[in-house]
């Protein structure tokens, strides 16, 4: 129903910036929430960011005041502007969106873009 592709990777050097965008098709009327998931080797996937269908928006404590999560609705895309990146930001970034449904919630994921920063 849902498709998420992402966009925006690449190898960048610490203290750099990257912006990762990821675009929505599909039957993207219910969408609740879109959001930021990232993957290092040997570690679970964690939280990034997460925005709402109003704009409410929540950091992960180790991207606050770094990362900067925005959505342009007409494009039906999300984007994670990423600022002062370190070596521990080194990870594969997956978009999510979540859908409300009468059970509870569906949740759509893409593919995943792989991030790398150099010291």
């Known amino acids: 129903q849902v498709q998420l592709v992402e966009s925006g990777g690449g190898l960048v050097q610490a203290r750099g910036s990257l912006r990762l965008s990821c675009a929505a098709s599909?039957?993207?009327?219910?969408?609740?929430?879109m959001g930021w998931y990232r993957q290092a080797p040997g570690k679970q996937r964690e939280l990034v960011a997460t925005?709402?269908?109003?704009?409410?928006?929540n950091y992960a404590d180790s991207v606050k005041g770094r990362f900067t999560i925005s959505r342009d609705n007409a494009k039906n895309t999300v984007y994670l502007q990423m600022n002062s990146l370190k070596p521990e930001d080194t990870a594969v970034y997956y978009c999510?969106?979540?859908?409300?449904?009468?059970?509870?919630?569906?949740?759509?994921w893409g593919q995943g873009t792989q991030v790398t920063v150099s010291s």
């Open positions: 599909g039957s993207i009327f219910s969408i609740n929430a």
């Open positions: 999510n969106a979540r859908m409300g449904n009468l059970l509870g919630f569906d949740d759509y």
């Open positions: 925005i709402t269908s109003g704009g409410s928006t």
